[in-house]
């Protein structure tokens, strides 16, 4: 039984996934039950813990994303002797690093969203902010790849693991949300909303098409599933970005202490959510579910790519690195 919880995947445990899978497993049964009983009790209006989640939090979900596209970059670039490679590497750093950018810089101006708790900046600040954060998370990336131990082909793997594991997760999550059109909390029991807990739906209970007039506010049936939840609970890739940086490729403790922060920061995540009115347990719980299945499948599928071309050197085909 050891051995198979110990089975790797590209350097991620599977008692890693079945951690979060087993906890958020139980917050969906039990949100499944308690769901409108839950954010009931202990959904608050306008709290600085939920507000600080909801609006810095939609930025910090993002940060891993341009790490990896860093530690890709540098696996396809570092002494590339390809011009196709080299300017592969390029253009995942825009892709990511701009397509980040976009959705950090509609946060940190403001949207639907954060407006209604007096969250804003200018734009102008809202875009030097954007682009001073993804730049120097991609170059963090770039900078800290053990190009001196591991191969450009497994630094690329790795770090583009990192970028589909939230990229896959953000289509999957937008599909959710359009199919199951769940209102939130907040819109159906707080003030100046025309709705009440009679529009009370349960997560199976999908409603394509479903509409709540509410001033055409287009945030209002997004509920399931969480998207920041699933986007702090995607960080479980940690320890492949771990893996691929200077002086921690041998760490497995530091590896494993990071999948316990990655999960006190979900759970805290998934908290702040519900208090803030945004979200029921079970829309939290699903969250973290596929976006940890989406990193598995991910890990799974470049785990299986590395073993078949173990050899492989993007950047120095002539080497046996």
Not at 74 to 84: E, S
Request: net charge positive; with cysteine.
């Amino acid at each position: 039984m050891k051995n198979v919880l110990n089975k790797s995947f590209l350097g991620l445990k599977l008692w890693y996934f079945l951690l979060f899978w087993v906890i958020a497993l139980i917050g969906l049964i039990l949100g499944s039950i308690f769901d409108l009983k839950l954010s009931t009790s202990i959904a608050t209006q306008g709290t600085p813990f939920g507000m600080f989640f909801e609006s810095w939090g939609s930025v910090i979900v993002t940060f891993v994303g341009p790490i990896g596209a860093g530690i890709a970059g540098k696996g396809l670039i570092r002494k590339g002797n390809r011009p196709w490679l080299i300017a592969l590497g390029i253009l995942v750093g825009v892709v990511v690093v701009g397509a980040v950018f976009y959705f950090n810089y509609k946060d940190l101006k403001g949207s639907d969203v954060t407006n209604g708790y007096g969250y804003t900046v200018s734009n102008v600040m809202a875009a030097v902010l954007a682009i001073a954060i993804n730049v120097w998370l991609y170059f963090l990336g770039f900078v800290l790849a053990d190009d001196d131990n591991i191969s450009p082909y497994r630094l690329a793997v790795l770090g583009l693991a990192v970028v589909l594991t939230f990229g896959i997760f953000q289509g999957a999550l937008n599909v959710f949300k359009i199919l199951a059109g769940r209102p939130r909390y907040r819109f159906l029991a707080w003030a100046d909303n025309a709705y009440s807990t009679d529009d009370f739906r349960a997560w199976w209970q999908f409603s394509i098409g479903h509409k709540l007039d509410n001033g055409g506010n287009s945030d209002a049936l997004k509920s399931f599933p969480s998207g920041h939840t699933g986007g702090i609970a995607a960080f479980i890739v940690v320890p492949l970005i771990l893996s691929a940086v200077k002086g921690t490729s041998d760490k497995e403790l530091v590896k494993h202490i990071s999948i316990f922060v990655v999960l006190a920061l979900t759970i805290t995540t998934a908290f702040a959510r519900i208090v803030n009115g945004a979200h029921f347990l079970s829309d939290v719980s699903f969250g973290a579910i596929l976006a940890t299945l989406c990193a598995f499948l991910v890990a799974l599928i470049a785990d299986k790519v590395v073993k078949k071309f173990p050899e492989v050197n993007l950047a120095k085909p002539d080497s046996n690195q």
